[in-house]
């Protein structure tokens, strides 16, 4: 028997399979079969309207539940919040910091007076004046004053009311009354502006030195010497000393607590050589970090003479975070010498402080409006030649290289323009970026002292002292100049202040997925079948596009013939 059998086949094979033959036959599988709570019953539930209406109200009230919550965690995690961590752990060594100590007195009247130069004749002039006007403001005679400082304030023109260069009402047009002004405080401009003219030949050689000053030196029982200090001259205290500097040279550590194992200092302070602007008698001892402007006046201890006095410091370390979360920063040396205007301050390498940033700033202000460099902070730095040139160019200053000083004690000019400044400073009205260091070690201090030398010991530092210094002294004069001060590590310990990311990027995907979870039942499974979804019609777009292009092309049917029995 012969059959046959006739099929029409489609060489073109436009058949289906994975993923339907229309979008909406694409998407309405997707939906059926999606693990999304909520989309699926809208259209299991295609029969029923009132069901179909309430899941589609459910979930539209999910979606604005997540929107809401999800604008929250946006909003929190753009806020860059961050927490504190405070830790202490018992260190094995601990870093030592470095030591300033300055004689309260900042020059040796001595030394002025056997000087010929005529800078520091007018120095002496200048610390004495204000005083004697005191005296005679008070009902003393003004012939009281005598000699060669007589002669020198005759000559040079200096006295009271017009010689300060002000005003018959004595107030500016800023409203400072000058006028009353202390002598005490006439007294330290009028030392100040002198003092900075000098060179730094000059300001060191009149200072209190190291031989006289350093009776006795001694380094976890080792003794020490002036060579393990770094001599330096500061603005208001003059010679200054630093133990432990840094600065091309190891730095020294301790491995236990305890005043044995810190530095202690004998010293000689010699007030007969005091000058009259110095009211108290004493040392000043700075702690800091190694490497770093030690500023006396706002951070020193003040050492009493005739006392012992401990100080025993413990160590802590502020660790902070950098931008977005926080505002520190990593300073390169280039940004250091932008920023910092102590970093070429005589011989020493001082990095980045706020400190020492915030005076450099004010110094620019008073650079750029004044033309003039208050003598309280360095005049010459590349972080202020922008603001001499500036001072320049408004022609407020002669010269872009050669600094001229602020007249804080003569000049009415000066004086105000400065006092405007320094106002506008106190009032917030100058910007100053200085952010802080991202690692920065700090110390703090307990104090405590006792009477020295002792009643049995004071004889055999009388003897030792009248010939280390080679003067005659007795016990008063002794005990009203000599000191022993110890610096030591109370402990071991170093706390640590870390400032850390409180909501990271992990934290807001972890609250996400919660949310996402919570309002939609939405997961990364649900996400991967998103992304099957456009993979099936896509690929329905690129067929149907393959067949557009042949829309004239007609597939030819074959006839196939078979035959059975």
Same mark, same amino acid.
């Given at each position: 028997m012969n059959l046959t059998n +006739?099929?029409? &086949?489609? &060489?073109?094979?436009?058949?289906?399979?994975?993923? =339907? =033959?229309?979008?909406?036959e694409i998407w309405t599988e997707a939906? +059926?079969?999606?693990? #999304?709570? =909520?989309?699926?019953?809208?259209?299991?539930?295609?029969n029923s309207k009132s069901r179909r209406i309430m899941w589609i109200l459910l979930f539209l009230a999910g979606l604005g539940a997540l929107i809401y919550f999800v604008s929250q965690l946006a909003v929190k995690y753009f806020e860059w919040p961050t927490e504190t961590d405070v830790t202490v752990e018992?260190?094995?060594?601990?870093? *030592?910091?470095?030591?300033t100590i300055c004689n309260e007195n900042p020059v040796k009247r001595s030394q002025i007076a056997a000087s010929s130069s005529s800078s520091l004749n007018n120095l002496l002039v200048e610390v004495?004046? @204000?005083?004697? #006007?005191?005296?005679? #403001?008070?009902?003393?005679?003004v012939a009281s004053i005598s000699g060669l400082s007589a002669a020198l304030i005759s000559a040079t023109g200096l006295g009271t009311g017009s010689a300060l260069g002000l005003s018959s009402t004595g107030t500016s047009s800023s409203g400072h009354d000058y006028l009353s002004k202390s002598s005490r405080t006439q007294s330290l401009d009028q030392f100040q502006y002198q003092f900075a003219k000098l060179n730094d030949t000059e300001r060191m050689a009149i200072g209190?030195?190291?031989?006289? *000053?350093?009776?006795?030196c001694s380094?976890?029982?080792?003794?020490?010497?002036?060579? @393990?200090?770094? +001599? *330096?001259?500061d603005y208001k205290y003059g010679n200054c000393f630093i133990f432990n500097s840094g600065m091309n040279k190891t730095v020294r550590s301790a491995a236990r607590g305890g005043h044995t194992y810190g530095l202690s200092l004998e010293l000689y302070i010699e007030q007969d050589e005091y000058i009259m602007t110095t009211e108290s008698a004493g040392v000043r001892v700075t702690i800091h970090e190694q490497n770093s402007m030690p500023f006396a006046e706002e951070h020193s201890i003040v050492v009493a003479p005739g006392k012992h006095t401990s100080i025993g410091i413990s160590k802590k370390r502020f660790v902070r975070i950098d931008s977005p979360y926080g505002d520190c920063k990593n300073y390169t040396e280039e940004e250091n010498y932008e920023l910092n205007a102590y970093s070429e301050y005589y011989n020493l390498i001082v990095n980045y402080s706020r400190e020492a940033c915030f005076k450099t700033c004010l110094q620019r202000q008073i650079i750029r409006d004044c033309g003039c460099a208050h003598p309280s902070y360095p005049a010459n730095a590349t972080a202020l030649q922008a603001s001499w040139n500036i001072a320049y160019n408004k022609n407020l200053t002669n010269s872009r290289d050669d600094p001229v000083l602020c007249n804080i004690a003569n000049s009415t000019t000066h004086i105000e323009c400065v006092d405007n400044i320094v106002d506008m400073y106190k009032k917030g009205q100058i910007t100053c970026d200085c952010p802080p260091k991202c690692v920065e070690d700090t110390f703090e201090a307990s104090v405590s002292s006792m009477r020295w030398p002792s009643d049995v010991y004071q004889m055999e530092m009388l003897q030792t002292l009248s010939a280390y210094v080679n003067t005659d002294l007795d016990l008063l004069k002794m005990r009203r100049n000599v000191l022993k001060v110890e610096i030591f590590y109370r402990d071991m310990n170093l706390e640590t202040v870390t400032t850390n990311v #409180?909501?990271?990027?992990?934290d807001l995907g972890s609250d996400l997925g919660g949310n996402l979870g919570l309002w939609l039942g939405v997961s990364v499974l649900t996400a991967c079948e998103l992304f099957n979804l456009i993979l099936d019609v896509i690929q329905l777009a690129l067929r149907n596009h393959k067949k557009n292009s042949k829309n004239n092309h007609v597939s030819p049917v074959h006839k196939i013939t078979t035959k059975g029995f």
């Open positions: +006739e099929m029409d &086949v489609d &060489v073109e094979g436009g058949g289906g399979g994975g993923g =339907g =033959g229309s979008v909406g939906l +059926e079969n999606t693990t #999304a709570h =909520g989309l699926g019953n809208v259209l299991r539930y295609r018992l260190e094995p060594r601990l870093d *030592f910091p470095a030591v004495t004046r @204000n005083r004697r #006007a005191s005296t005679s #403001a008070l009902g003393s005679s209190h030195n190291m031989t006289t *000053f350093l009776v006795d380094w976890q029982g080792y003794p020490c010497d002036k060579s @393990n200090f770094t +001599e *330096f001259s #409180a909501y990271s990027l992990t």
